[in-house]
């Protein structure tokens, strides 16, 4: 029986991965705030920058937030530029 209203929900539990939609696993912090499972932001950031690569190469190396498009500074496929919540050994140099 839930509680009426629910205000005891933990927020980082609540949240629910824009890519997978579950609960983030190894929640990873974006520098434009969004919170995404460790994996899924590797693997949309990756997939972006591969399709990006073979439309313009120039950009290859701009890493964007799967979810609203921004920038990510300082990616570098291995944790850069993204701030681990839940820290994870390979996601760490
Ligand atoms: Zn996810
Ligand atoms: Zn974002």
Known sequence: MP??????????SAY???????PP???TLTPCGHV??????????????ARTMGMMPREA?????P????????????GGGVIGLKPRTVLSL
């Open 36 to 49: 995404c499972c460790g994996e899924c932001i590797f693997t949309a950031v990756k997939t972006s920058l």
């Open 3 to 12: 509680a009426p209203g629910g205000d005891t929900i933990d927020p980082l």
């Open 61 to 65: 190396n701009l890493a964007r937030c």
């Open 25 to 27: 696993t190894y929640a």
């Open 16 to 22: 629910t991965c824009p890519i997978c939609f579950c």
């Open 67 to 78: 979810v609203c498009r921004a920038t990510i500074p300082g990616w570098d496929g291995k």
